[in-house]
């Protein structure tokens, strides 16, 4: 059996031009930005490990966590503070809306009825904010460790309408990676596993993640399958163990 972070070693992804050259207050495009292979956490919190998975792995350079209950101001702490053990910041870039979205949101067109609005749960106290912090890997620490860069996105915002305005419309690309778990009580409108409104959406747009790291309080969607000889990971608020799988 071997760690997930080996398995996808054979994937490795060369880092990105964008990241590779990047200096702080560098001119860069959101979508530039996105343009390589996503980790994808809908319901992120302040949970590491899909960056600790992929990142030692480096088959994944850009992160993209959404949460309509996390502050700004503890995002900017945690990242002051170094949270990812070994990086450092070398920068942040603020951005708006339209940087986000240049071509307007689109009305969500699937056949699912809503237990909720998707507005029921969300802190109406925090403003809105996206913000993308490039983190690089310390000079005492070698590529076992990590890739030499990464980046990542954090977004005020619902998870289930981001992945239909972002990936489906404006990036027609599905995010690589996807860390699936849903919250029970913990503030999801709807649940992010089979036969939620997440799964319509991917259903009927066919936008899929290649693979993806599903928690065991979690149905996988119809059409994936356990990678065989990976062991579990965990993480989130209850350590959840989580185990990976593959669209088929």
Sequence with gaps: MQEISQFFKQYKEELPYWLKNYKEGMDVAFDTVMGGRVGYYPGSGFDGNLVAVANKAHCVHSFLYVDYLVKKEELENMMDKGSFHGYHSIGRIEWSELDIMPNGSFPITVNYTLRMSPMHFVDKTIEPYCFTEVLERNADKEDVWGAERFSITFLFADGIATYFQLFVKQFVKAPWLFLLQDHGFGCNYDRFGKDGYLDAIIRESNI?????????????????????????????????????????
Excluded: Q
Excluded at 226 to 246: A, I, P, Q, W
């Design 208 to 248: 899929r993640p290649d693979y993806v790291i599903c928690a065991t309080n979690t149905h996988i969607w119809d059409g994936y399958s356990r990678v065989e000889g990976t062991k579990e990971t965990s993480g989130g608020m209850h350590n959840h163990e989580r185990f990976l799988y593959k669209w088929d």
